[in-house]
């Protein structure tokens, strides 16, 4: 299942929400404004993501074990690559998209917590759903 939040504030986005999983929590924080005062550019993940979680009041959880299986070492230790001026104005989810995909990651929002992921695991997290046997 997609939710679908304001982004930007030019209209809609679909946000990924695990199958069959409520998160208002996680969901309303989603399209909050983000105001980052500091250069992101070179902020390690696990810095940005503590930050943004003590402001938004969202529990982040790294899917430590998706990346490893990746290939992907110590990507909590990652620096987004994105300069601040991009993120400007920013909901925290287009906000999210933006500085994770500079690293190669990707988000997916749980009842309890959003789950920061790799592209591969969230792709087949979704295949597996839509052709789940019922």
Do not use: C
Not at 19 to 27: E, L
Not at 55 to 72: E, M, N, P, Q, S
Not at 99 to 121: H, M
Request: proline share 4%; hydrophobic share 45%; no cysteine.
């Amino acid at each position: 299942m997609r939710v679908l939040v304001t982004a930007l504030g030019i209209g809609m986005i679909s946000v990924p929400l695990a199958s069959g999983q409520d998160a208002p929590k996680q969901t309303a924080a989603l399209t909050k404004r983000v105001d980052w005062e500091k250069d992101i550019k070179d902020v390690p993940v696990s810095e940005l993501l503590s930050t943004l979680g003590k402001r938004y009041d969202v529990k982040f959880v790294v899917a430590d074990d998706h990346f490893k299986a990746a290939g992907v070492k110590g990507i909590r230790d990652a620096k987004i690559n994105v300069p601040v001026a991009q993120l400007k104005d920013a909901s925290l989810g287009a906000f999210l998209d933006i500085a994770l995909n500079s690293i190669g990651a990707t988000y997916v929002v749980r009842p309890d917590s959003i789950e920061i992921t790799t592209p591969a695991a969230r792709f087949q997290e979704k295949v597996e759903r839509v052709f789940q046997k019922k």
